[in-house]
Structures are given as C-alpha cells and as structure tokens.
C-alpha cells in the first residue's frame, strides 16, 4: 500500500479536519444584518451544498434547492443573515409533501375506512417489524382496536419477533408457520379483521432489495390479494427507509412505488448521527409524503413526521 | 439519475480531445464530473473532495494517449487510483495457532450481521473446520431464536443462554461462556453475533467493549450495509476507535447500490474489506475484489478491458456499419447472429454486457446465462434467410417450424423474438442516451479512433 501510506499522514489529518469541521461558520453564525440583498454569496452556497450533501441529500436535490434558493432571493431580498437562513430552509421545507386527511399520519385522527388497512414494506434490514411494533403500540394508545399480520414468513425467526412486539404493544397477531404464502396470511388477516371488528390492520411483509423481480411480484400479489378481501384495502402502503442509506434509497422508492403504489414514507434510526435527508428528493420526485419517523428501539421511539423540524435538525 | 461516470466524461472532455496533454484547465470541469460521481455513488463529501484531489495530481501534465480517447483514460486513472485505495490484495482471516479461533462480529442494527454470522459458519464448515455460534445479541426480539434456525440450517451447533425460557441479558457473559463451551467441545472456530447497536450509544458501545475484553477475540469484523450513504464515515470511525476491527464487511451487495460507502470506509479506518455478502441465502457469501467494487462505485462498466477485447474483434469498418444499422434500426437477426459470433469469441456475454458503459445496471437485472447462447444460435440457424431479415414475418406456423428444426419448444422461439425486440429497444435508448440526437459513438467503444 506504497500510496497509501505516502499519503496517509498528511490527508488524514486534512480528511479528519473536514470531517470534524462543526456546521457553524453559516448557520451558527450571528445574525448579520445586511442591506436588502438580492443575491447569495458563493461561500454561502458552497457550505449549503457541504451540509446537503453530507446529509444525503444527493447531488441533483442539493441543486434543485440552490436554485430554489437563489431564484426566491432574486425575488423576495433579504435583510439578515437569520431571514436569509429562513428562506432557505422554508424552500427546502416545501419540497416535501405534507400530510392528507386521505390518509392521516396522527394516531387520533378519523380514519377514512373501517377496517384501515396498513401494508408495510422495504429491503432488508430498515426495520420494518420494529416500526410495526411501534405503529401497534400507538394506534393502540389512542383507542383503537388493532390486528398485526405476520406475512414476513421468509426469514428465519420474522414470526417470533412480530409476535414478541405484538405482546409488548398489546394487540393480537394473525400468523401461521414459517415458509407458508405470505398472501395467504395477509387474505387471512383481513378476514379475521372484518370478524372481528377491528380499527387498523398492519401487515408485516418480508425485507427484500428492490432488485429482485420476483420477490416484488410476491409483493404486488400480497397487495393484491388484501383488495379481494376488503375493498380499497391496502390503504395505506408504507415504505419504511433508513436513515442511513444513501442515494440507493432512490431506487428503492422507484421500485416499491412501481410494484406497490407506495403512499408513505416511514424514515427508521434517526436517533443516530444519519440525517436522512435523502427522503427531501424522494417526497418530492415521487410526490409521496413522510409520514412517521423512528427514533430508538423503544416502543414509544416513533413520532409523526415535522418537516420543519426535520429541516432545522439537517443543519444542527 | 445516475449516467455512468464514462458517459459524463464523454461529454465533458470534448474540449479536451485534440489537445496533447491534460492540463489544468481543460480538466476543471472533468473533475468536477468525477467527484459528482463520486458523490451519486455515496462517497462521503470530504473523502470525494480529497480523491479527486489525488486524480488530477496523478492526471495534470500526462499524455493523452491517441487509442483511447482522454476520456477513457481519465477513467482509467481514477479506475486505478480506486482499486489501489480499496486495498489491492485480498485479505482473509488468520487463524488462531491454537484453536479456537474468536471472531466477534460487530455493527449498526439491520446492517446483516446475524445472516453473516451464520454464512461464516458456513464458510469454514464447508472448510472442514468446526464452527460454532454464540448468540450474544440478547436484545432484539427473537434474535437468538433467528441465529439458532440458521445454525440448524447448516448444522452448527450455536450457544445461547436461556433461563425459564427467557433470553439471560447479559451479552458479556453469553460471549465468556460460549467460549468456554467451544473449548470444551473441541470448536476451533466460535462466531460471536452481537446485538446491533447505534454508534453513540454509550452503554451499547460499552458492551461490545466489555465482551472484547472478556474475551480477547483474535479477529472483530464490522459489518456494514453497502448501500450505506455519507455517515458511513461517522460510524465506521466509532466503532474503529472503540474496537480497532481487524476487517470490514460488506453487505447487501446483491441489490444496485453503487457501494461508494467502501471507499469512505477504508479511507477513515485503513482496514481492509475481507467479505462481500451478496444474498439471503447462506451460500452468498465471497471474498471482497477491490478492482469489481471500484467499477461499481464508478458505475461504470469495465470500459478499458472491453475495449481491449473489443479491438481484437472488430474493425472500424465493420463497427461504423453497425452503428449505422443501429441508428436506423435496419438491425435483423443476420446481423444479431454476426455478432453473436464475434462476441463468443470475447468472453462472457453476460461479463461483456456488463462492460459496455450505462449497461451495467440494465444487464443486472437481465437474466443472461451463456448457455442460452447456444439456444439461440440454434434457433437462428433455423431461420430461414428471409426470416432473419424480416423477424416481423415469422408468424404462428414458422414459428412451429423453426421449434421443429431446433428441438426446442416454439416459446423458447417467441421468447428470442421478444428478446430481440427488446435488444433492439435498448439499443435505440443507448443511442440516445449517449448521443443526444447524434449518432452512437460506437465507434469509439468497438475500437475505432
């Protein structure tokens, strides 16, 4: 490793600075009041960029917000450090979609149909069943009669580990043994769902990478297969993301959206030093709205979705 | 979203070319190409910044070479330059002189370490070598129960602590006690699987301190999900300083993600990436090639070593008369099976699909196996002249016929229509894709220049 040895002394310590570098210079900086400016320094848009990117936020979306940012100053001219930082994070903000009484994120609000049915989806990994557990726990607390349904019949040991959430939050659970047709448990969930006059439904599905044609099609016959059952049902398909994944969670989305019609968006481990600022160009390219965000291994470590807070914590 | 680095550099080094040397200036933009790339790839920001760095210093004042064009050759460099970083040389895991052989997997939840646990059991089975599991994740709902049908899947026997059928919490002990047991029973290998735990948890990281300490194993491995983004770095140096890993792994290698997450890696902690782990099945597990993971972060397809192959198969003439057809979609099955023949001669079809710039990810998800080769060779020669000319005439009856003269099954034939059909599709979108209205640069692909 001749080169890398050569280079090591010198770059790291460079790399470790750049990496260690605190985002204070712009946006920790003290309210600088300016003459109605229509334009935005370029020191300023080079540390937007570092703070986008580093959050994941991806090339093309970092500059889709700088235009954004820089055509509304054209427009509305600022006066201060602290109004330019507002209109920059407003922009930003709104790139995202917002919640919809179709399908409403908050635990107490009405519900569009009786039973509400759940889908939850996403490769492996994200935390799809640790977000179930969470989602049961909630539903439950607010007064609702909820149903989980163990579909992830695939990996080993999925079942248990539903199961044990289940119990933890509460709620009854559909399931049968490991390797039976994931379709067949989810027919069977919304069945037992209608008999017994239940709230909200949440299927659990395998994790699966989005490549696998044949895994997605599973996927869509899952989906298919609760329409028979309870009509419009699944209404509600969540695609659960971690906070971590970088660009490929673009792919992702494509894939699920196009086999599952995702409606949501569940962002998992937001409790780490991952921004997660990938699902800014996911809401808006695909016009699906985060809904839920998780934030621990509790069951109480789930919370619904604050763009703004989302936005001030990208630059914390 | 993602144009393969080869084919932004197409573009933007058209100033470069006819120039004799890369200079600073006629390569600002090039640089600044390969870094976005870089960064579409999930390379973190800094570690991008200082690579390309490194690149123009390598590239400034270097002769453009007349075969390929300044493009190609700026790749080439970054290509090297990538491979060099990832680490040359395969690294694998030294054994203990005496037996057992501890190794600790550690890393973030849902990064794959319980799947890898169970396929590294796996691995030195099936080496004749005496695993054993310990399941050391006493946390996560059923996390034991998930190690134990693995082991039983593959007949590794697994250490757990239970008591009144209650997971005991306590992962130090677990990992003390499996040790133990493996002495006892003549293992010379012990997996140790840790609960995943987030990289600034104070207490977790404790923990996993704790049971290094306890047990002093002779190889930590940190698993990582490659389809990690930017804070790939922030992790990785947590987990390096609080455990000095000995190796890195990387998973979940099987889906499309460019894997930029290695480069970042390596770059902060200096370790070596030993194992790529490419499925769900236990069996997908291989050794990690640095020169493969360094075409995929550059999404780019092997450009140079097809080029190579390429120029020994074609010539300029032949190449600027299949562009032609191409763009004016005269392409007929005579001229796929021409081709055919030409490519058998090169490799792989599915290695040569793969290394035709912008195909990389199209061809992932096509199912190519070269036995179909010969299937459709066969089916080919069954055609009559003017069927090969004229695909569109080849209706119900000569399908039949054609199913006859090959012994294969008449939707064997249709689907070879279909694939055609779609080839053709692809071809027209790569027209596009890479010209923008003009012709297709094959040329410059199959050698020509």
Redesign the interface.
């Given at each position: 490793?001749g080169?890398?040895d050569r280079?090591?002394k010198h770059?790291q310590d460079?790399?470790e600075e750049?990496?260690e570098k605190t985002r204070t210079s712009l946006f920790g900086k003290l309210d600088r009041l300016v003459r109605g400016k229509d334009t935005v320094d370029d020191e300023v848009l080079d540390e937007l960029e570092?703070v986008l990117?580093?959050?994941?936020v991806?090339?093309?979306t970092t500059l889709d917000i700088i235009d954004r940012v820089e055509a509304r100053v054209a427009r509305d001219k600022y006066v201060s450090t602290k109004e330019l930082q507002a209109m920059i994070r407003a922009e930003i903000a709104d790139l995202m979609l917002g919640d919809s009484a179709e399908r409403p994120a908050g635990f107490d609000a009405p519900l569009p149909h009786r039973p509400y049915v759940i889908m939850v989806v996403g490769?492996?990994?994200?935390?799809k069943t640790t977000t179930i557990g969470k989602l049961a726990y909630r539903y439950k607390e607010a007064g609702k009669r909820v149903l989980l349904g163990a579909a992830d019949t695939?990996?080993?040991?999925?079942i248990?580990?539903l199961?044990?959430?289940a119990e933890r939050a509460g709620v009854p659970i559909i399931k049968q043994k490991?390797g039976a047709d994931p379709a067949a448990v989810a027919f069977d969930t919304l069945q037992a769902a209608t008999a017994r006059d239940v709230d909200v439904v949440i299927i659990d599905t395998a994790g699966r990478?989005?490549?696998?044609?044949g895994l997605m099609d599973e996927l869509a016959k899952i989906k298919r297969v609760m329409g028979r059952q309870v009509p419009g049902a699944p209404h509600e398909v969540l695609l659960v993301l971690?906070?971590?994944?970088?660009?490929?969670?673009?792919?992702q989305a494509e894939a699920f959206t196009e086999s599952v019609d995702v409606t949501g968006l569940v962002l998992t481990?937001l409790?780490?030093?991952?921004?997660g600022g990938?699902v800014i160009g996911i809401s808006n390219e695909f016009r699906i709205p985060v809904k839920y965000i998780g934030v621990g291994?509790r069951i109480e470590d789930l919370q619904v979705f604050d763009r703004r807070a989302f936005v001030d914590a990208l630059f914390k | 979203?993602?144009e393969s680095l080869s084919e932004k550099l197409e573009g933007a080094l058209k100033t470069v070319t006819g120039q004799g040397r890369i200079t600073e200036l006629n390569i600002a933009t090039t640089m600044r190409e390969i870094r976005?790339a870089l960064?579409?790839?999930?390379v973190?920001?800094?570690?991008a910044?200082?690579f390309t760095e490194?690149v123009k210093e390598k590239a400034l004042g270097g002769e453009v070479l007349r075969s390929v064009s300044p493009g190609q050759q700026l790749v080439k460099i970054v290509y090297d330059e990538l491979v060099?970083?990832l680490?040359?040389t395969h690294h694998g895991i030294e054994l203990a002189p005496v037996p057992p052989t501890i190794i600790l997997v550690a890393g973030?939840?849902?990064?794959?370490k319980t799947t890898f646990c169970g396929k590294l059991a796996r691995y030195y089975k099936r080496k004749g070598r005496a695993p054993m599991l310990a399941a050391a994740d006493v946390?996560?709902?059923?996390?034991v129960?998930?190690l134990?049908?693995?082991a039983e899947?593959i007949g590794v026997p697994v250490y757990a602590l239970e008591e009144d059928g209650q997971v005991v919490q306590d992962a130090v002990r677990v990992a003390s006690e499996a040790v133990a047991e493996a002495r006892r029973n003549a293992r010379d290998i012990l997996i140790i699987d840790t609960a995943g735990r987030?990289?600034?948890d104070e207490r977790m990281m404790q923990e996993v301190q704790d049971i290094k300490t306890a047990v002093e194993p002779h190889e930590i491995l940190f698993v990582v999900?490659s389809?990690?983004?930017?804070?790939?770095?922030?992790?990785a140096?947590e987990f390096n300083e609080r455990l000095d890993f000995d190796g890195v792994v990387l998973t979940?290698l099987?889906?499309?993600?460019?894997g930029?997450?290695a480069l970042s890696i390596r770059?902060?902690v200096?370790k070596p990436i030993k194992f790529a782990s490419t499925g769900?099945k236990l069996d997908a597990l291989t050794e990690f090639y640095p020169d493969r993971m360094a075409q995929r972060i550059l999404g780019m397809g092997d450009v140079v070593s097809f080029v190579e192959r390429a120029q020994e198969q074609f010539d300029e003439k032949q190449a600027a008369r299949l562009q032609k057809k191409i763009r004016t979609e005269e392409f007929n099955l005579e001229d796929f099976y021409e081709q055919l023949q030409r490519i058998k001669k090169m490799g792989s079809l599915k290695d040569l699909l793969g290394m035709i710039p912008g195909m990389g990810r199209q061809i992932?998800?096509l199912d190519v196996d070269d036995d179909a080769f010969k299937h459709i060779e066969a089916i080919i020669s069954s055609m009559t002249v003017e069927e090969r000319l004229n695909p569109q005439i080849i209706n119900g009856s000569r399908r039949r016929r054609i199913a006859r003269g090959c012994g294969l099954e008449v939707h064997d034939v249709n689907q070879l229509l279909k694939q055609f059909r779609e080839m053709k599709k692809m071809m027209k979108t790569m027209t596009k894709l890479m010209g923008k209205g003009r012709a297709v640069d094959l040329s410059a692909l199959m050698g020509g220049r």
């Open positions: 490793m080169l890398f280079f090591k770059d460079r790399l750049g990496l570092e990117v580093t959050s994941d991806g090339v093309k490769v492996n990994g994200v935390g695939f990996r080993a040991a999925a248990e580990q199961d044990i959430w490991h990478l989005h490549t696998k044609g971690d906070a971590s994944t970088g660009q490929n969670a673009i792919r481990k409790d780490g030093t991952a921004k990938i291994e | 979203m993602f976005r960064l579409d790839a999930d973190n920001y800094q570690v910044r200082d490194r060099h970083f680490g040359e973030l939840q849902g990064s794959g946390y996560r709902p059923a996390a129960d998930q134990k049908k693995l899947s987030m990289h600034i999900d389809m990690t983004g930017q804070d790939a770095v922030n992790t140096r979940k099987d889906g499309d993600t460019r930029g997450a770059s902060v200096h769900e992932r998800d």
